[in-house]
């Protein structure tokens, strides 16, 4: 089938969770035989794009009455505006696809003004990460952001979506039953998984030489605010706790906006905080890899989001001492009966978590456990998409 991929992110080199989930669906379904095309109507801040993404103006972007963190919105209103929407339009309609798949909410308005009254039109699946009105919500209650008319425009556009797709994909079950109550009829559940990187020694090496021998805790995420603002509200403002020997090393573009989210009172505690705290920002995924194979202890603190995160799944395949919290793992449940795997809910049960586990070993998993934790690879999450591919098939031969 020829399938397009829309999305508000390009997915080549991918770097923050949504474009990873994105650019894994494509593969997935390219190594299955079928014909995929991935569009992008994005902003101008990414490292890498293709001749098929389209790159927001940043004085357009700027003279909509929206911060940056919801310029994802900005995309709904702007994929409706020339030049974008006459260029996407041919784009579109010379394509000619059989199927839609939306990657999250923000461009159905384009999908809507280009179908919207055909008869005959192409299969339309929302490929939700999350459920957006309600991720919203939290995120502008946590930074003191009051905008009731961008909620409920979000939350319309999300139910309205819901309502005419023929089919939608969500991260969760939890996310499966929300998306229902807001009028969704046909869901899969695909959790994000993790990707399966050979091992390079000579890199290994390199990162310990780089931390000096030392053993460290590692976070890494994307430039996502509550990506930041969940490490310090879990690992507080000074981390004196750690030994002279232990520090905590943060990876992905979350380092960038570390200090921006720091609370005040880090300012106190600044040179414990340099000292203990080293920041690598964006690496390769054999560095990656690198890192998580030669990390005492992985750390999730995350503490605001829907869906699943994705590094989660990273840490579970990883096999190292974790700690998580519950949000963390929404959607990977089952990691609370995982050797080493510690759940917890308050700063003072994270950082107490964090100290036992530098004192743990690698553990040796049985069998069972062993294909548990394998059962997050992409190969295995994206499984359910190939009935669903059956299904529309057997569908547009039909007609």
Known sequence: MKILQLSTYPTIEP??????????????????????????LCEPTFQ?????????????????????????????????????????????LNLSPEVIILEQVWLYPLYKALYGEHTHKPFLIYSSHNVEYKMKKELFEFL????????????????????????????????????????????IVCANGAEKIRKQTHINHYIKRLLSFRSFAFFVSSAHAPNAIGFWEMLSSNLFYLKPHQIIVVAGSVSYILKQYAPKSTYISRLVNEEKLKLLGEVSQEVL??????????LLPITIGGGSNLKSAEAIVANKPTVATKTAIRGFEFAQNLTHFNIVQT???????????????????????????????????LSPLDALMETISNKIQKN
């Open 15 to 40: 770097r923050h969770g949504g474009q990873i989930r994105a650019s894994h669906i494509s593969r997935f379904l390219s190594l299955r035989g079928h014909e995929v095309h991935s569009y992008a």
């Open 48 to 92: 890498h794009y293709t001749s098929d993404d389209v790159i927001l103006s940043k004085k357009e972007l700027a003279h909509l009455p929206y911060q940056p963190i919801a310029y994802d919105y900005a995309t709904s209103i702007l994929c409706l505006k020339e030049p974008y929407f006459s260029y996407l339009k041919e784009k579109i």
């Open 144 to 187: 003191n952001i009051s905008d009731v008319d961008l909620l409920q425009a979000i939350e319309k556009l999300e139910k309205e979506l819901c309502n005419n797709a023929d089919y939608v994909i969500s991260c969760t079950s939890a996310d499966k039953e929300e998306l229902i109550k807001i009028g969704a009829k046909d869901v």
């Open 289 to 298: 890899a690198a890192l998580l194979e030669c990390a005492s202890v992985i």
């Open 347 to 381: 700063q003072q049960e994270f950082i107490q978590a964090l100290q036992q586990s530098f004192m743990l070993k690698q553990p040796l998993l049985s069998q069972e456990e062993r294909k548990i934790r394998d059962s997050l690879y992409w190969g295995f999450t």
